[in-house]
């Protein structure tokens, strides 16, 4: 079955990746707006030689790291907190449902005027386009405990305390990983708009710089280098998920 | 000689606000009940005739409207270690271990870890699950999972074991297994019992006493000593007097369990 899965997948790319080639090639439609594998690969090659590029990397990896983790710092108690108090989700529902609303790039050239072009009006676009999805993950994932569990808590008189860090919080643990994950893409997004917007290094600047000047080999690496961290993000995340969930069926149990 | 009961249940009333006529439904309606030490009581009755919710009175999880529950003469109106729930659905918690689950009350209760990990494995070993010390509840039966809820409520040691329903979900071969295994685990641990089940036999095999509840409202019917002695291999249920106590507790709550099936066809045309 698996098998199965990885040769028809994994086909289906070769055989796409041979048809760009092979279109570039024989000019069927010019390399200068599609570019080709082969050539990316050269971009890359030649980019990776380049101190520059891996300023770049560096400086877009810690727009992302910074933002992503200053969310998780604040999404996930902020969000655990209005679950369990109602009152404060009183106060705070408006603001959390009208940022979640508004579209966050949106605020990009409010950002640069508070931050400047730096990469810290790219860390706040990125938290802020995290911290949301974070907190309302912990938050539904509070309001979903199972109030039977509850009852069997308060059954053996479990202090308030008790009943949040043995029942509440172990039932967050999936709500929150799928608003991590999904978090991360918001993220990446966040890096990307607001380098292409106005930035003076990162991955984003190399991609707008590559286009102004057609370099679409180029380009496409640069895409690829932005696709690449999502997978891996994605898949740090999966195992950790893992690691948290061995008491899951189907989450790599060893059954 | 007049002991004093262990349990006592004095007019027990409840009522619920319906949110959406506003008015007030009754759900108990003056239930009173005397449980002796050591004794185990089995309450049937129509399903909707708020057995469940007397358990959940007498444990202190929801307060009556008027009456009270005594526990050794002394009133009580809140959860205490002095009493124990095993749940309808097991209620494990996922995320933890057999061991886990069955430490959980002690944990609550502030008892020191090792000590908690001790009491438990032996409680573990008791409901005959040793060796699944460190499976996670997914990974159990549906019998396996009611015997760690019998023994996370008998690890806390309580004067009185409240049971609702707890092998309701259960396929008829196992439910026999485990009505044989609680008899069993009764004899060895000794406990007060309030048990609850919908299912006549199950009440007669188990019980010393059934007390037979009428439909909506619930208040007790009648009580029927169940003169059959123990030790009582799964055959007594063969034997001519347990038909006869079966018949006549059928007849106790046949017209209420007629009225009810006549309500639900009502509120469903």
């Known amino acids: 079955m698996k098998l199965e899965r990885y040769l028809i997948g994994g086909g289906t790319l070769l055989v796409f990746l041979l048809a760009w080639e092979l279109c570039a090639d024989s000019g069927a439609i010019n390399p200068l707006l599609i570019s080709s594998p082969s050539r990316i690969a050269e971009a890359g090659a030649a980019a990776m030689s380049d101190p520059d590029f891996w300023t770049d990397v560096r400086v877009s990896a810690n727009e992302f790291i910074l933002g992503y983790v200053a969310a998780i710092i604040v999404g996930v108690p902020l969000g655990l907190l209005l679950g369990t108090s109602r009152r404060l989700s009183y106060i705070f529902a408006p603001f959390v449902d009208t940022l979640n609303a508004v579209p966050r790039v949106a605020l990009l050239p409010l950002l640069i005027i508070w931050f400047g072009i730096g990469i810290w009006s790219k860390v706040a676009v990125v938290f802020l386009g995290a911290v949301i999805p974070i907190l309302i993950a912990a938050l539904s994932g509070v309001n979903t405990n199972e109030a039977r569990f509850v009852a069997m808590a308060k059954s053996f008189s479990a202090s308030r305390t008790k009943i949040f860090l043995s029942i509440i919080l172990p039932g967050t643990v999936p709500y929150i990983f799928t608003g991590l994950k999904y978090a991360a893409g918001r993220a990446l997004l966040g890096v990307v708009v607001g380098e292409l917007y106005a930035s003076t290094a990162g991955v984003g600047r190399m991609i707008a710089d590559a286009g102004n000047m057609f370099q679409t080999d180029t380009l496409f690496f640069g895409v690829l280098i932005f696709t690449a961290s999502g997978l891996v993000v994605v898949a740090v995340l999966d195992r950790l998920e893992r690691r948290f969930e061995r008491w899951r069926p189907g989450v790599g149990a060893p059954t | ?269």
């Open chain 2, 1 to 269: 000689m007049t002991a004093r009961p262990k349990l006592e249940a004095q007019d027990i009333r409840l009522s619920y606000l319906q949110p959406r006529t506003g008015t007030a439904l009754a759900a108990l309606d003056g239930v009173n009940l005397q449980i002796m030490e050591g004794e185990f009581v089995a309450i049937v009755g129509p399903s909707g005739c708020g057995k469940t919710t007397f358990l959940s009175v007498v444990d202190g999880l929801i307060a009556a409207t008027a009456g009270r529950v005594l526990v050794d003469g002394e009133a009580v109106t809140r959860p205490g270690p002095d009493r124990a729930v095993v749940f309808q659905d097991a209620s494990l918690l996922p995320w933890r271990t057999v061991l886990g689950n069955v430490r959980y009350g002690l944990e609550c209760l502030g008892v020191a870890a090792r000590e908690a990990g001790a009491r438990a494995e032996k409680l573990v070993a008791l409901v005959g699950l040793s060796g699944f010390e460190h499976h996670y509840p997914h990974e159990l039966s549906g019998g396996m999972q009611q015997r760690v809820n019998l023994a996370r409520a008998l690890v806390v040691d309580p004067k009185i074991l409240l049971m609702d329903e707890p092998f309701a979900a259960l396929d008829a071969q196992t439910r026999e297994l485990m009505q044989e295994e609680l008899l069993r685990i009764w004899a060895a641990a000794k406990k007060t019992v309030l048990f609850i089940t919908h299912q006549i036999d199950e009440a007669l095999y188990l019980a010393d006493r059934v007390v037979v509840f009428s439909g909506r409202p619930g208040k007790v019917k009648d009580s029927i000593a169940v003169d059959i002695e123990r030790p009582r291999p799964i055959g007594v249920k063969r034997q001519a007097r347990f038909h006869a106590l079966e018949d006549r507790i059928w007849e106790l709550i046949e017209e209420d369990v007629k009225t009810k099936a006549r309500e639900d066809r009502h509120a469903r045309a």
